[in-house]
Structures are given as structure tokens and as C-alpha cells.
């Protein structure tokens, strides 16, 4: 196959593909169905057939922290926290979303009302209450859609790290978001090379490895790379547009419990400006903090003080 045909063929295909952008940014009025069909002590299954993988770890009698990871991760990346919190007497659960890490790998429903979805669906069949939603990146999306969608009965507070509300996509009436030349980029390259693209994307600006100066650790470039593999190529794909053109900012606007947002101001990914700042100012009496200097994947760059800040936001 010559380079203009093999161009062509992937082309056709992220057209197949392409979820509209319209369908991601919808906003229905009632939330999905959260009912468990079967559950282990590490799984769920929810009503649709998928299988959730979890992690519940700490004291079961301990305040209960929840934490939603990034694209295109799993509950692997936030080991780190976990095991920080746990030790402090803190329940931690963590899921890796559908069609990432040890989860099913469903064709469809792959979209922000879906992972938003399972996130209650977890926090139901664990009966979770006074629950410290945090999320990370695309998690950061998916706890503030499971908000919009399911309210704070159980929810005592809320963490959005690097995350990407209120929206990434550049639109008429989103002026200071990313051109969508930028996603259609990133969907090409997983298209023609995604453990190319992981690598590129590790080994550069998720971590900020590519500043002058910077301290590269292969560990977490192999580590990062290793979890995105793991997940669904279709689930990995789709989710590129539920992260880029999911809009959130009615979500944000329900935000009724304390929130802390923290933010790199070198984040190469999800642009600070944007993102947390504009979350901040959509979300009432919202605390925002920024790192100078850090990158999109702080929460491995700079854990000590990371870790730190959220014990004290969950002490308050």
C-alpha cells in the first residue's frame, strides 16, 4: 500500500469512526441506568454487560475518596495517592473506566454520559456516602458529568486536577479552547501508530520531559505507555472526542459542594488558562491552586506536594 493510499484508507476510517461532536457535548436531563448486575470483590458488572474493574483499598470505616483517572490510563496511575491516603486511615476506590485497563472493551458508549455512569454505578453498589470525588484530566470530566448528571446525595467534596472542563474544543462560543485541527491530529496518529503516539506523548509533554533541563524518568514513560496499550484502540479513539468536545460548563454550574482545582501553569496538554482557571470561576467558592512549573502528569512529578495538598483539602 503506497503513502497516499494507506492515507487515504486511514482517513475513511476516523471518518467511520468519528462520534459528532454533537452527540459528545449533549446534556440529557435524566442520568443512565447505574444498576449492577453482578459484582466481586474487584468487578461489576453494570446493566449493559460491561464489566467495571475496581480497586477498594484502606480501612472500609474510612472517609471514602474516589479517584477517576486519565486518558488513555487506568487506576494504575493513581497508586501513588492511594497508597498515600490509605496509610492516613482513608477508604480509596478506584475503577478503571470502560474500554480501559481491565474493564470490558464495549464498541459503543464510549462518551462522557457512559463513564459518568459507571462512576455511580461503582459508587452505588460499594453504597459510597460523603464521597471525595477526584479526577484527573479526562477523570476530571467524568466527575464533573457524574455531578451534573447524578447530583451530590453522596458526594461531600470535589477534586479537579489538570482536568478538562469546562471544555477543550475551540468552538463559537468557546473561543479560548484548542482548534479541533488538534484532536483530528491526535486521532490520526493513534490511527496510524498509537504505541507510537504514547510514546510520543509520555516520553514528551504529558510529564514536560521535553523542557530543557527537564528529569526524565524512563520508569514512568514505560509505565504511562504500558497503560494505555492495555485499554481498547476503539475505546481510546472515541474517548478523544469525549475529552475534546464533551462540554461541561452546565455541570460545573451545579457544583454545590467544596472543590479544589489544581493546575500546572506548563501544562502542554490541557492549557491552564482554559481549563482550570475557567473552572474555578464557573464553580462557586472554588479553591484554586497552581503549580509553578508543572506539567499535565503533576500528580507523578510532583506527588509529595500533590499528595500533601489533598490531605489537607480532605482534613478541612
Known amino acids: 500500500m503506497n503513502l497516499i ?6 482517513s475513511l476510517l476516523a471518518l467511520a469512526l468519528q462520534p459528532t461532536f454533537a452527540a459528545q457535548a449533549a446534556q440529557p436531563a435524566k442520568s443512565g441506568s447505574t444498576a449492577v448486575a453482578a459484582q466481586t470483590a474487584s468487578t461489576i458488572t453494570i446493566a449493559d454487560g460491561v464489566q467495571l474493574y475496581y480497586k477498594d483499598w484502606g480501612p472500609k470505616d474510612g472517609p471514602v475518596v474516589t479517584f477517576s483517572h486519565g486518558w488513555p490510563l487506568s487506576s494504575d496511575s493513581w497508586e501513588s495517592q492511594m497508597l498515600f491516603l ?19 472493551q464495549p464498541w459503543e458508549g464510549n462518551d462522557m454520559n457512559h463513564y459518568a455512569d459507571d462512576l455511580a454505578a461503582v459508587i452505588e453498589a460499594l453504597d459510597l456516602k460523603d464521597v471525595t470525588l477526584v479526577g484527573f484530566s479526562t477523570g476530571g470530566g467524568e466527575v464533573a458529568r457524574y455531578i451534573g448528571r447524578h447530583g451530590t446525595r453522596r458526594v461531600k467534596k470535589a477534586v479537579l486536577v489538570s482536568a478538562v472542563p469546562p471544555m477543550m474544543l475551540k468552538t463559537a462560543d468557546n473561543p479560548g479552547g484548542l482548534p479541533l485541527e488538534v484532536f483530528d491530529g491526535i486521532r490520526k ?17 504529558f ?14 514513560i514505560d509505565n504511562w505507555r504500558a497503560q494505555g496499550m492495555q485499554a ?58 497552581v503549580y509553578p512549573g508543572a506539567p499535565h502528569g503533576l500528580t507523578d512529578t510532583h506527588k509529595e506536594r500533590f499528595n500533601q495538598d489533598l490531605l489537607d483539602f480532605l482534613r478541612k
Open 86 to 104: 490509605a496509610s492516613q486511615g482513608y477508604r480509596v476506590v478506584a475503577h478503571d473506566r470502560r474500554g480501559h485497563g481491565r474493564s470490558s
Open 207 to 220: 510529564y514536560g520531559f521535553n523542557r530543557p533541563g527537564a528529569k526524565v524518568s524512563q520508569g514512568l
Open 232 to 289: 481498547g484502540h476503539k475505546n481510546t479513539y472515541d474517548s478523544i472526542a469525549a475529552f475534546s468536545a464533551t462540554d461541561f460548563r452546565e455541570d460545573l454550574k451545579k457544583f454545590d459542594v467544596p472543590t479544589l482545582v489544581i493546575h500546572g501553569d506548563d501544562d502542554q496538554i490541557v492549557p491552564l488558562e482554559s481549563s482550570g482557571k475557567a473552572s474555578a470561576a464557573l464553580i462557586k467558592d472554588a479553591q484554586l491552586i
Open 5 to 10: 493510499t494507506r492515507t487515504f484508507a486511514i
Open 189 to 205: 496518529a493513534s490511527l496510524e501508530d498509537r504505541a507510537q503516539l504514547y510514546l510520543d506523548l509520555a516520553s514528551g509533554p
